[in-house]
């Protein structure tokens, strides 16, 4: 326990941690910052708020058809963009149609499933019978909250991970501690046993400070309505086509599960990396290299399907919950979210064992 806690003081002591965090977190702010105000939001979806019919959804498209009109002749006449007010409420109406749209493609998509009897139709059939998309209501607060996850929230536990873990081990060789901790009594077995521990403490710690920001940013701006509402209405479109039945709130809760079990192993990884690193920025940028590549490759089509399962697409979650997709294991098909946590459960365990193994057999610096 005192090697744990010794561990700890170590990682927060760095000043350039402590500074990073409040930058990052101000960035977020400017993030979660709201750009329209959120009482008239509010008072415009109360007209809208309740069962979606088939009536509601005609009364939106042709108010949508008026509003659009009105946007451009008040383009035209004044040269700026649509008023906050119109361009709020076409936002809800787009909403309300694409309601629409999505039980026409669950439908269509359920008839296109009917003739087939395969272990992964009927998984995709069970799924898609679950959703409901009966009521409509205010969601800003929590689009809001899941979307900084994916946009956000990755990016600050990313930095701050590299910043707090990449000198772990690496500052140990180059100060040339390791001459004592190498030989001591606890020295090796134990002390990697602590720095590992501290290491996903300073995880857990990092993603509760950014998700407690995000929640009160949200909570003051939006209050605490719309857990309820359906993901596929969420960040629109972003998860329109996605099977899952989940509300705002129990998406969140699993994204946040995926996002920390994520996070647990990139951090043992950059702990692994550093433990065979001298120098603590050749650890901080094979870590870096390792969470950025993913990012600026994003697009490219045929890396798709490796990319879901890098530590950086896995932590921002996202993509694993966009569509019905699954990868087949000895004919079994298996869900990209359940592969995904697997494959960290997997990469965290032989992180522990590699660490482990190396520590065994380091060679004391001379």
Known sequence: MQLLKFELYKIFKQKSIWITLIILLGMSYLILNYPYDPNIEKELYKKWEGPITEEKVKLAESEYEVLQSKGTQHSVDSGDNYTDTIFIESQILKKIMMVDTIKNNVTQRLNELEGENSVKANVEKNMLEKINLNYFSYFTGPSQIVIFVADGGFMVLGVMLLLGLSPIYSNEYSSNVDNYIFSSKKGRKSLAWAKMGASLIYTLIVVFVWEMFSLLMNFLQHGNDGW????????????????????????????LGIHLLAAFAFALLI???????????ISFFVSLSIFAVPIIIDGVQWLETILA?????????????NEFKTVDVFGYPISYPVFACLIMIMLLLISIKTVLQIIKHKEITS
Request: charged content about 10%.
């Open 271 to 281: 702990v692994l990396i550093s433990s065979i690193s001298k120098n603590s920025l």
């Open 309 to 321: 399962f890098s530590y950086t697409e896995v932590l921002r979650v996202q993509f694993l919950f």
């Open 228 to 255: 309820s509402t359906p993901l596929q209405l969420l960040t629109a479109p972003y998860y329109r086509d996605s099977p899952y039945s989940f509300t705002a709130l129990e998406y969140h809760f699993v994204q």
